[in-house]
């Protein structure tokens, strides 16, 4: 007979955070811990994972708090060892509705008291569709930028593009493309479609491109805007070693000190 | 005044300014902090290093430093207050209408005044626009559609409420209705970026101009399909343009897009100045071409003259501006100042 091999807690911490890396911001479609958004990962003795993330701004829209807390805490407690999972947002104006919520395992709408109104599941599913339109555009830019015939691209079907020799970049591309792509129209049939799984046709192709286009327009606004918001807020340039302070670093105390 | 390389001198009207207090000792709560920071967050990221304020600077750099930044060290002729009031957050309001009217009594050539109102105030809120119009004569507005008031987490310019406020804008002479669609406060499960209700009232209300302020970024596609229905919308570049000089594709391909769907006519430059500042934003839009490749792809085209309209030009026609007699009036002033 064998023992089960506990993982010492480092070993799960580990685990832990390459979990809480396939978790995405519903938004920008970026992994919460690239992102820089999970700052500390705790696993006690008896299998009690505690996290703590934060957001660019305290005003940063609270659904897709809640929906990072949430996808946090279920990815975390697929670990096979994972007895419970705490989830804690700092610095933001519903961190306690929503850590409370987290907390009990309450729906969004009963976390706010009946403040909201709305359907998480109809967010996640717009997000999801945005990000497979956005995952879709950077394959069909990377491989025009190869310069491969746009016809030929659209004979593709989702095995071809699979087997198709496109350098490592690329590779993750289509990888991250094709994920979703199984999840929003089913596995099978021509590489790059619409919405509702139809292929793109000679005549459509540039406006299909252009509707990408904007979709990453869009999502790149607010990519760029969170992560400059967040390295100002959290001030990430690390301080140089023994060097005296400067206006700067008092200058950032300020909101320390309050009134 | 801008002036080219070839002594051409261009008129520069700034649609987005504010004055604001973000002292301590004006926030009524944690709110009040918070919003000052994060807006002192867009300025970091996106200011140029070398011009970077101190966050004690920025929470109340005061009106003679906005006289200075804006016509003396920067390019501006002209600028828009747009007021945000944000009386729950502090404790005299964040930039209001009565705070702007201090320094346009003082330099009344360089400032246009607008307004605010919010359709939730009911009757009180319709005779408070009355009174504004009368002293101040307003041309236009600026509205928080994402506010929150009490238990409204917001509204649209669709309801019946706002209809009725807009109604009588246009009755007062105010015909340009500035509308906050973009990076917004307090959105809790609501889509505080739809911009679906400017479709609405643009159609409705068809002597009145909507000004959507930051392009309804990030809902671009949406914004841009709406703004060709519609021939009385238009674009505010605030927030988008000073994405121009350290994200200047990304920067192409927006403004690229905005010309595309709407055109030149129907944008106008703002630098949102106190987050930014009009010096560098006007030398880079100047100094801008469009890259070849979003060129071929959109088709649109950043000319000179298309530089001149979202710079001036079009903000001139929306507010009754004659360019010709206000350059006139500005080199006066200056002669008297030069004089004294």
């Not at chain 2, 520069?12 to 973000?22: A, E, F, N, S, T």
Request: aromatic share 10%; net charge negative; with cysteine.
């Amino acid at each position: 007979m064998t023992a089960v091999a506990v993982a010492p807690a480092e070993a799960r911490a580990r685990q832990v955070w390459d979990r809480l890396g396939a978790v995405t911001d519903p938004e920008l479609d970026e992994s919460v811990t690239e992102l820089g958004f999970v700052t500390d990962v705790d696993v006690a003795d008896d299998g009690a994972v505690q996290i703590r993330f934060r957001l660019p701004t305290y005003w940063c829209a609270a659904n897709f708090a809640f929906l990072m807390a949430d996808d946090m805490r279920r990815a975390v407690l697929a670990l096979p060892w994972a007895t419970s999972a705490q989830v804690e947002l700092g610095d933001h104006m519903y961190a306690e509705a929503i850590n409370r919520g987290m907390a009990q395992g309450l729906a969004f709408r009963d976390a706010f008291d009946g403040e909201a109104d709305g359907d998480l599941e109809e967010i996640r599913r717009t997000f999801i569709l945005k990000a497979f339109q956005r995952r879709q555009e950077a394959v069909i830019r990377h491989l025009l930028d190869q310069d491969r015939d746009p016809a030929a691209l659209r004979a593709l079907d989702v095995d071809a593009l699979r087997g198709l020799d496109v350098g490592a970049e690329g590779r993750r591309l289509v990888d991250r493309y094709l994920d979703l792509r199984q999840d929003v129209v089913g596995a099978g049939g021509p590489a790059f479609v619409d919405d509702g799984g139809a292929a793109i046709t000679a005549e459509g192709w540039q406006a299909h491109l252009a509707s990408l286009r904007r979709v990453w327009i869009n999502t790149e606004f607010n990519g760029a805007l969170c992560r400059g918001l967040l390295a100002a807020r959290f001030s990430e340039d690390p301080p140089v070693p023994g060097a005296e302070p400067t206006l700067v670093d008092f200058i950032r105390q300020l909101p320390a000190d309050g009134r | 005044m801008y002036r080219t390389k070839d002594g051409e001198e261009i008129f520069i009207i700034d649609g987005h300014v504010h004055l604001w207090d973000g002292r301590p000792e004006n926030w009524k709560n944690v709110h009040g902090q918070q919003f000052i920071d994060c807006f002192y967050g867009y300025h970091t990221f996106l200011q140029p290093k070398d011009r970077q304020w101190s966050r004690e600077k920025f929470y109340n750099y005061g009106a003679e430093t906005m006289y200075n930044d804006l016509f003396v060290q920067g390019y501006d002729d002209m600028a828009i207050f747009q007021p945000t009031y944000l009386k729950d957050f502090y404790v005299n309001g964040f930039n209001t209408l009565e705070q702007n009217a201090v320094l346009k009594t003082k330099y009344p050539d360089r400032f246009i005044l607008n307004g605010a109102f919010d359709p939730r105030d009911g009757e009180a809120g319709l005779a408070r626009l009355e009174e504004d119009a009368a002293t101040h004569g307003l041309k236009g507005v600026k509205l928080y559609t994402a506010e929150w008031k009490g238990d409204s987490k917001g509204y649209k310019l669709s309801d019946p409420g706002a209809q009725k406020f807009l109604e009588r804008a246009e009755k007062l002479g105010i015909k340009n209705i500035h509308v906050h669609k973009g990076p917004t406060i307090l959105p809790l499960n609501r889509d505080a970026f739809d911009v679906a209700d400017i479709d609405d009232a643009a159609t409705s209300f068809p002597n009145l101009n909507f000004i959507v302020e930051h392009c309804g970024l990030p809902r671009l596609d949406d914004f841009c399909w709406i703004a060709t229905q519609e021939t009385n919308v238009y674009g505010g570049l605030a927030v988008a343009l000073p994405f121009i000089r350290n994200q200047p594709k990304y920067f192409a391909h927006v403004i690229s897009q905005l010309l595309m769907w709407l055109g030149e006519d129907k944008l106008l430059y703002g630098s949102d100045y106190g987050i930014w500042t009009p010096d560098w934003l006007v030398e880079d839009l100047m100094a801008f071409e469009l890259p070849e490749d979003i060129t071929r792809e959109t088709g649109a085209k950043l000319t000179l003259q298309a530089k001149k309209k979202i710079l001036g030009l079009n903000a001139a026609r929306l507010y009754d501006v004659d360019i010709e007699a206000k350059k006139a009036v500005l080199a006066d002033a200056r002669q008297s100042v030069a004089a004294e």
